[in-house]
Nanobody
Framework: QVQLVESGGGLVQAGGSLRLSCAASGRTFSNYAMGWFRQAPGKEREIVAAINWNGSRTYYADSVKGRFTISRDNAKNTVYLQMNSLKAEDTAVYYC??????????????????WGQGTQVTVSS
């Protein structure tokens, strides 16, 4: 079992920044892939970014490339999502997820085994 707890969401003006954190517990964190997803009202859940076991490889959705950065600190069992130049269309509930059976980069939601409870990000224009 893996428990994931997100934090760092909130209300920010367009152009601003937020950093989301996701603390993991329950399994050796450095063994598995992590990802950030989001779901806006009335829309399907979508991949935002993903990272491999040691942070050497990452994946970003086209909509966030150049603005968001995913990183991880295996010593702290935590994955981060730094979000800069936020836009109104970034408004969503953000979820972190763990794929405990894979150590590489994966962006398919159905491969992830564990999910956090989500944190709301609201960008006002």
């Amino acid at each position: 079992q893996v428990q994931l707890v997100e934090s760092g969401g909130g209300l920010v003006q367009a152009g601003g920044s937020l950093r989301l954190s996701c603390a993991a517990s329950g399994r050796t964190f450095s063994n598995y892939a992590m990802g950030w997803f989001r779901q806006a009202p009335g829309k399907e859940r979508e991949i935002v970014a993903a990272i491999n076991w040691n942070g050497s490889r990452t994946y970003y959705a086209d909509s966030v490339k150049g603005r968001f950065t995913i990183s991880r600190d295996n010593a702290k069992n935590t994955v981060y999502l730094q979000m800069n130049s936020l836009k109104a269309e970034d408004t969503a509930v953000y979820y972190c997820a763990a794929d405990v059976n894979y150590s590489g980069v994966t962006y398919e939601a159905n491969t992830y085994d564990y999910w956090g409870q989500g944190t709301q990000v609201t960008v006002s224009s």
